[in-house]
C-alpha cells in the first residue's frame, strides 16, 4: 500500500479529494484534530509540505511522526503506517541509537548530526544506511519544548562511493609497492600521475622525470597504432586487451613491455611487464630456427622431421620431401602415420614407436615406408622424443636416410648367396669358389657327404687341396687350371683321383668357370667336384656282364611274366567273387522285399492301408536298388554321369547340414568352404553321394564320437598316387579329415575294392568309398588317402577345376523358365515290356505317343511323318543302332527337333559321354520324365 502526503494542515488544499482519505485521521491520535494544533505546529507543517527536501517533525509528550512526501522514500514500507505515530516506535530497530538524541532535542538542544550509521528495517531486509540531519527544538505557548523540527539527508550512496574509493586508492597503492610489476597511473589526459619503482627501474628515470610525460613520449613512434587502440578500448569498455610493444629509456634505448590498462576514476592504471629477455630470445629463437630450415634443407640426403605428441607432422625438410614425396602443405598437419606401410599400420608399428621413443627417449626406425604414389623405402633412422627444459613432453624428432638401393643390393646379394647355399645342397657335388688373388677357396658342405671331411678338417686354402689329389694327378690338374686361368681355354675340366678320409681316393671329375674384373683381369674361378667313383665301378661292371646281359634277360623276363599274370588271375577272381557275392547278397535282400510286397498287393481283400503300405516299400526298395547299381557302375566307372558345372563350396554348404544329421551330435563337423573360384564340372548329385558315404564311413571310424573337418583349395596338380605319377593342371581338392582309429597301412590297397570293408558283419555293404573312386576316376580326377593308426585318416578327392569365367557362363546358360505345353513324343525302345509301359506312363501324363522297337523303325516313321513329333525319347542300348548314333541320325536330318536319351549302364555313355544329348537315367522317377520332356518340348518352341 502507498499513499502520498499531501498536506498536514486542515486548511490545505488537497487537489484529488481521494487522497485526504488516505491521511492519516489526527483525530484519533493524541495531538487531537487538526483544528486544534497550535499555529507553531500548522506552520511547520505548511513549510514541510512544500519542501523537496526530506524534512519530518516529532510532536507532543507521545512524540507523534509528522512529515512530508519526500521523507516517505526513507521509511520505504513503513510508510503511511508511519504517519502518526509515535517517532521512537517506528523506528523501534534503531530506538537505541535515536533516543539520546531525541533527548537532547526535548530538552532545548540544538542537535547537528553530519554522518550517523544506522542498521535498519527497509525493503524486507537489514542494511546500513547514513544519515546527515538536524534537530530544532521547537518551542509551544508555555516556552516549553513542545517537539522538534528535522531537515534529513541520506548519504548512504556517497559514503559507500568514498568508501569503494578508498579501497581502490589502497589497491592502487598495494599494487604501486610490487617490485616485479611496472605500475603506472595516467591523468585524464593520459599523462603520468604516479609511478612505482619497478617502472622506473625499466626505464631509468626518476620519480620527477617521468611524471608528467605521455605515452606519446614513451613510445617509439610505429607503436602508436598499439596505444591508440588500447587508449580507445580504455575509454569505451573499462579496460584493453593486454598487448606488446616498446618503451623508450633514459638513454633513448628501447625495451620491450607487456601492457595490460584499466580505467580507475578519472585516468587509468596500466601494469607493464619488462619482456625484454623473453622477446630477444624469441628472436635468437628464429634466428636459430632459421638457420635450423637452412641447414635441413641442404641435408637432402636426410628426412628430418618433427611431430607433435598427437604423432601429426609439425615440420619437414626438403630431405624428407626427397624421401618419401609429399610436398610440405601436402604432409603439415596430416598423421605421420601415412608415412608407414599398411601393414605396419595394422599391426600398431606406429603407437609402438612411439612407445619406445617415451620410454627410451628414443625407438629404431629400420624398416619400409611408404612414399605419396604408394612405391616403398626402405630408411635407416630413429624417433626421438622432444621436450622442454622443464621436462614436459612436446613431440618427437625423426631423423631416416633412404637406403632403399643399399638394402635392394644387399637383398641381391643374399638371394644370390641363398641361390648358391641352395643349389649347393641340392647337388651332390662340391661346390667350391677359388679365390686367386688370396688363394682362399671356399667349400660347400658336400665336402663331408663326399670324403668324409668335418668343417673343422678343412683348410680354405689350394694348399689343402693340392695335398689332396693323388700324386700322380697333381701336376696334370695344375697344368688345366693355369691354362684356363690364363684364357687359353673357355674353361677348366679335369679328372683326377682325390684322397677321401679314410684314406682310399675318389674318381673326381672337376669343372670351373673363370670369373673377370671389370678391368679384364681373372680373380676368381668357381666350379664343382663330382664324384665319378660310382659311374666307373659302373662301367666296369657292366663290361663285366655283357657277355651275360642277353641271356639273364631272357630269364628275368619270362620269370616276372609268369609271376604278373598269376597275380592278375588271382586279383580277379578275389575281385569278381567279392563283387558276385555282394551284389547277390543284395540284390537277394532287395527282390525278397519286392517279391513279397507284390504278392501281398495281389490280394483282393488287402485294406487300403496295407496296399499303400506294400506300394511305398516297393517304391523304397527300388530306390535303394537304383542306388546299389549306381554305385556299383560308378566304381566300374560305367555310371553314365550328368556333368554340370557347380561351386564346390556351395554344393558342400548346401548339404552341411544334413551331414552333421548322417554323422551324428557326437561329431562336430567344421566345414571350411571359402573358395570363390572352385567351380568343377560333375555329377553333383554323385558328388554329394561321394560326400555323404566319405562322412558315414568316418563317423563309423570315430564310432560316432569325434571331430570330422571338411576344407576345399584350389591346387595346381594331383601328387602321385597308388603307384601313378603326378599330374599338371588346374584341379580342387576336396579334404575329408576325421579323428578315428585309422587305417591299417597293409590294408589301404584294398579300401576302394568293391564290398571290402573292415567293419563288422550288417555294419556296411563296402561300396560306398568304391563309389567315391569310381566317382572321382569317371569325373577325371583322383582319390587319395593318408592315416596313420590311431592318428586319424583323411579323404582328399581331386576334381578337374573349371575356370570361373567359363564357370559363370555355363551357370548362366542353365537357367531356365518353368516348362509349358505338350506335344507327340516318339518313343524308342527295344524291350516290349519297357516300351509298352513307357507310353502308357507319357500318356497318362498327357503326351500323345508312338511306340518303335527300334531305331531303324523309328527312323522310318520320321521320314513318314517329319513334322507330327515334338521330342524323341530312346533308349541307348539297343541291337542294330545304338541311342547315340540314332540320336546323331536325327539331328543330322533334323536339327531341331529334341533328342532324350536314357539309360540303365552303357559303355558308349560311360566312355565318350552323352555328346550333348539330355541324358535320364533309369530307372527314372516320373516327375524327372516329364521335366525333361516338357523343356526339351519348350526349348523348341521357343
Not at 554344393?651 to 551330435?665: N, P
Request: proline residues 4%.
Amino acid at each position: 500500500m502507498s499513499a502520498e502526503v499531501l498536506s498536514t494542515l486542515p486548511h490545505s488544499t488537497v487537489p484529488d479529494p481521494r487522497k485526504v482519505t488516505l491521511t492519516r485521521d489526527w483525530s484519533a491520535t493524541s495531538l487531537g484534530a487538526m483544528q486544534t494544533w497550535p499555529a507553531a505546529l500548522r506552520t511547520l507543517c505548511e513549510v514541510i509540505d512544500g519542501s523537496a527536501q526530506p524534512m519530518f517533525i516529532v510532536w507532543g509528550a507521545d512524540r507523534i511522526l509528522i512529515y512530508n512526501q519526500a521523507y516517505a522514500p526513507i521509511l520505504a514500507e513503513k510508510h503511511p503506517e508511519a504517519l502518526g505515530r509515535p517517532f521512537l516506535e517506528v523506528w523501534s530497530e534503531i530506538r537505541d541509537e535515536l533516543t539520546p538524541l531525541v533527548e537532547r532535542a526535548y530538552a532545548g538542544e540544538a542537535v547537528q548530526m553530519d554522518d550517523i550509521t544506522l542498521v535498519m528495517n527497509r525493503r524486507g531486509t537489514v542494511e546500513e544506511a547514513h544519515f546527515a540531519f538536524s534537530y530544532t527544538p521547537i518551542r509551544g505557548e508555555a516556552s516549553q519544548v513542545a517537539g522538534f523540527f528535522c531537515a534529513c539527508w541520506e548519504i548512504t550512496a556517497q559514503v559507500m562511493a568514498e568508501r569503494e574509493r578508498r579501497v581502490v586508492a589502497d589497491r592502487v597503492q598495494a599494487a604501486l609497492a610490487i617490485r616485479t610489476v611496472g605500475i603506472i597511473r595516467w591523468g585524464p589526459d593520459f599523462g603520468l600521475v604516479e609511478v612505482n619503482e619497478a617502472f622506473l627501474r625499466m626505464t631509468g628515470f626518476t620519480e620527477e622525470e617521468a611524471l608528467g610525460r605521455t605515452w606519446q613520449e614513451l613510445t617509439p613512434e610505429e607503436f602508436w597504432p598499439a596505444s591508440e587502440n588500447a587508449v580507445e578500448q580504455v575509454l569505451t569498455l573499462g579496460e584493453a586487451v593486454p598487448y606488446e610493444k616498446q618503451y623508450y629509456r633514459k638513454d633513448g634505448s628501447r625495451w620491450w613491455g607487456l601492457f595490460a590498462p584499466r580505467k580507475v576514476e578519472d585516468g587509468a592504471i596500466e601494469f607493464v611487464l619488462d619482456i625484454t629477455e623473453r622477446k630477444q630470445a624469441e628472436e635468437q629463437l628464429r634466428e636459430r630456427e632459421k638457420r635450423l630450415q637452412l641447414i635441413l634443407n641442404s641435408a637432402t640426403d636426410y628426412a628430418i622431421l618433427t611431430l607433435d605428441p598427437e604423432r601429426r607432422v609439425t615440420s619437414w625438410s626438403a630431405g624428407a620431401k626427397r624421401t618419401f614425396g609429399f610436398e610440405g602443405e601436402e604432409i603439415l598437419g596430416q598423421s605421420g602415420d601415412l608415412l608407414f606401410t599398411s601393414e605396419d599400420r595394422q599391426a600398431g608399428v606406429p603407437e609402438e614407436e612411439i612407445r619406445t621413443a617415451r620410454l627410451e627417449e628414443h625407438a629404431p626406425d629400420i624398416r619400409w615406408h611408404q612414399r605419396k604414389d604408394g612405391s616403398r623405402v626402405f630408411v635407416r633412422g630413429s624417433t626421438t622424443i622432444l621436450r622442454e627444459p622443464s621436462g614436459a613432453e612436446i613431440g618427437f624428432l625423426k631423423v631416416a636416410h633412404d637406403e632403399t638401393e643399399r638394402r635392394r643390393a644387399e637383398e641381391a646379394v643374399r638371394e644370390t648367396e641363398e641361390r648358391y647355399r641352395l643349389a649347393a645342397r641340392a647337388t651332390n657335388d662340391v661346390i667350391w669358389d677359388w679365390n686367386l688373388a688370396t688363394n682362399q677357396i671356399r667349400w660347400s658342405e658336400a665336402v663331408e657327404t663326399l670324403f668324409g671331411y668335418k668343417p673343422e678338417e678343412i683348410e680354405p686354402s689350394g694348399s689343402w687341396w693340392e695335398a689332396k689329389v693323388h700324386p700322380d694327378d697333381l701336376q696334370r690338374a695344375r697344368d688345366d687350371a693355369a691354362a684356363a686361368i690364363k684364357g687359353q681355354t673357355l674353361g677348366w675340366t679335369s679328372e683326377y683321383r682325390f684322397a677321401r678320409r679314410d684314406g682310399g681316393y675318389a674318381d673326381i671329375l672337376d669343372r670351373g668357370t673363370v670369373i673377370q674384373d671389370r678391368c679384364g683381369r681373372v680373380v676368381r674361378m668357381v666350379g664343382a667336384m663330382h664324384d665319378l667313383t660310382r659311374h666307373k665301378q659302373a662301367e666296369t661292371t657292366l663290361r663285366q656282364l655283357n657277355e651275360t646281359l642277353e641271356h639273364r634277360v631272357v630269364e628275368e623276363v619270362s620269370s616276372r611274366l609268369k609271376t604278373e599274370d598269376a597275380l592278375r588271375q588271382s586279383q580277379k577272381l578275389e575281385a569278381i567273387g567279392q563283387l558276385t557275392g555282394g551284389v547277390a547278397h543284395d540284390f537277394n535282400n532287395l527282390l525278397t522285399v519286392i517279391r513279397g510286397s507284390a504278392q501281398m498287393l495281389c490280394r483282393p481283400t488287402l485294406p487300403d492301408e496295407r496296399r499303400q503300405r506294400y506300394a511305398e516299400a516297393i517304391a523304397e526298395t527300388a530306390d535303394r536298388a537304383t542306388k546299389l547299381t549306381s554305385q556299383l557302375l560308378a566304381f566300374s566307372r560305367r555310371q553314365a554321369l550328368k556333368p554340370e558345372v557347380f561351386n564346390v563350396g556351395q554344393r558342400i554348404d548346401a548339404i552341411v547340414d544334413m551331414l552333421r544329421t548322417v554323422v551324428g551330435s557326437r561329431v562336430e563337423l567344421t566345414a571350411n568352404t571359402q573358395c570363390e573360384i572352385c567351380y568343377v564340372e560333375a555329377d553333383p548329385s554323385q558328388f554329394e553321394t561321394a560326400l555323404v558315404n566319405m562322412a558315414v564311413n568316418a563317423r563309423d571310424a570315430m564310432d560316432g564320437v569325434g571331430q570330422l573337418r571338411i576344407s576345399i583349395e584350389p591346387m595346381t596338380g594331383v601328387p602321385g598316387v597308388r603307384g601313378h605319377s603326378s599330374a599338371k593342371g588346374n584341379f580342387v581338392a576336396v579334404r575329408i579329415s576325421d579323428t578315428g582309429a585309422g587305417i591299417p597301412t597293409e590294408k589301404l590297397a584294398q579300401i576302394f575294392e568293391p564290398f571290402f570293408t573292415t567293419k563288422e558283419i550288417k555294419k556296411g555293404t563296402g561300396l560306398g568309398l568304391s563309389q567315391v573312386y569310381g566317382f572321382a576316376k569317371q569325373s577325371g580326377g583322383e582319390v587319395a588317402v593318408e592315416s596313420e593308426p590311431g592318428e586319424g585318416t583323411t579323404f582328399t578327392v581331386y576334381l578337374p577345376r573349371v575356370p570361373a569365367a567359363v564357370a559363370a557362363a555355363a551357370l548362366e546358360s542353365t537357367a531356365s523358365d518353368e516348362a509349358r505345353g505338350h506335344g507327340h513324343v516318339l518313343v524308342v525302345e527295344d524291350n516290349e515290356q519297357v516300351g509298352r509301359f513307357s507310353t502308357q506312363l507319357l500318356s497318362e501324363l498327357g503326351f500323345e505317343t508312338t511306340w518303335a522297337a527300334n531305331a531303324e523303325a523309328a527312323l522310318g516313321l520320321l521320314t513318314e511323318h517329319p513334322a507330327r513329333y515334338a521330342a524323341v525319347f530312346s533308349d541307348v542300348v539297343m541291337p542294330g543302332m545304338n541311342g547315340i548314333e540314332f540320336g546323331k541320325e536325327v539331328r543330322r536330318r533334323q536339327p531341331d527337333l529334341p533328342v532324350v536319351l536314357t539309360s540303365g549302364y552303357s559303355h558308349v555313355l560311360a566312355q565318350e559321354g552323352s555328346h550333348g544329348f539330355e541324358l535320364l537315367h533309369k530307372p527314372y522317377a516320373i516327375e524327372d520324365l516329364t521335366r525333361v520332356l516338357r523343356n526339351a518340348i519348350r526349348e523348341r518352341a521357343a
